[in-house]
């Protein structure tokens, strides 16, 4: 089984063609979280198949935590993805396709840079603050797409951090009561009128990434429309590296979300992992 491994900002994936390979698709979460286990697999924050789309979009991108839930879509992702399906020529360099949180378009920009557009904010709650241990937060809520991809937004000193201070917290409010789906939290920290921190406790993944793409754009998107980042295009700064995002929106309504960022092929090969079981 051929795959390639890449990563966007230090968030990495497998990617495999299942046009080409067919599996049914109901072994692929289990596939998923054999696969994406460090130390005795190949190792990943998680899985992607291409499919067979079912209406007019170039391909259907599927996505799986590396704990083998399903997940509705993941920024990062859709960027390698991008890249992907264009270097094997399922797609042009502009290309749709369909996603578990509604379809996605995407560019594949100079080099390994990869632009895509993702799904607006459907649920969209500025402030939400939540009381964690006693402890109140500034908190937003964003859900992007339908099925929305659930995101809450954190005000923390980044700078300042307990590390496990903030997994503690990042653990609780990734379950906190009043999210029903749970959700992936960003704490942020912002830097200037165009530049914020970013950490991101993802589900699925169960633990901080090195980034997150739909985080980076749920953060920003929130940030632009409270007033604390100025630009409608902004940096974010994962600790995988750097992410842009450009909104467009009109009054308090985002219009347009963008994830711009690059892409690097770690390396492609032969799945050979004897206790993998298909």
Request: with cysteine; charged share 25%; aromatic share 8%.
């Amino acid at each position: 089984m051929q795959f390639y491994k890449m990563q966007g900002a230090g968030n990495d994936f497998i990617i495999i063609n299942n046009i080409k390979l067919n599996i049914p698709v109901n072994k692929l979460p289990v596939i998923a979280k054999r696969l994406c286990q460090r130390k005795v697999s190949i190792g990943a924050d998680g899985f992607m198949a291409i499919d067979y789309p079912e209406g007019d979009a170039d391909f259907k991108m599927l996505f799986f935590n590396r704990d083998g839930s399903i997940g509705e879509m993941c920024g990062n992702g859709a960027r390698c993805i991008s890249r992907y399906a264009y270097l094997n020529n399922i797609a042009g360099k502009q290309m749709t396709f369909e996603t578990g949180a509604g379809i996605v378009n995407a560019e594949i920009l100079e080099g390994r840079l990869v632009k895509v557009m993702l799904n607006n904010p459907e649920v969209l709650k500025l402030n939400n603050d939540i009381e964690i241990d006693g402890i109140n937060y500034e908190c937003s809520y964003i859900e992007l797409g339908n099925p929305g991809l659930p995101h809450a937004v954190v005000k923390y000193n980044l700078q300042q951090a307990d590390e496990n201070k903030l997994c503690e917290t990042g653990f609780k409010i990734r379950y906190y009561e009043g999210f029903p789906k749970g959700a992936n939290v960003n704490f942020f920290e912002v830097l200037n009128e165009n530049t914020a921190l970013i950490k991101t406790y993802e589900r699925g993944v169960e633990g901080f990434t090195l980034a997150c793409g739909t985080g980076s754009a749920s953060t920003a998107a929130a940030l632009i429309l409270k007033g604390y980042l100025k630009d409608n295009k902004v940096k974010m700064i994962n600790d995988g590296g750097e992410l842009f995002i450009e909104v467009k929106k009109t009054d308090n309504k985002i219009e347009k979300l963008f994830l711009i960022g690059d892409t690097n092929i770690v390396t492609i090969g032969k799945i050979m992992d004897e206790d993998l079981i298909i």
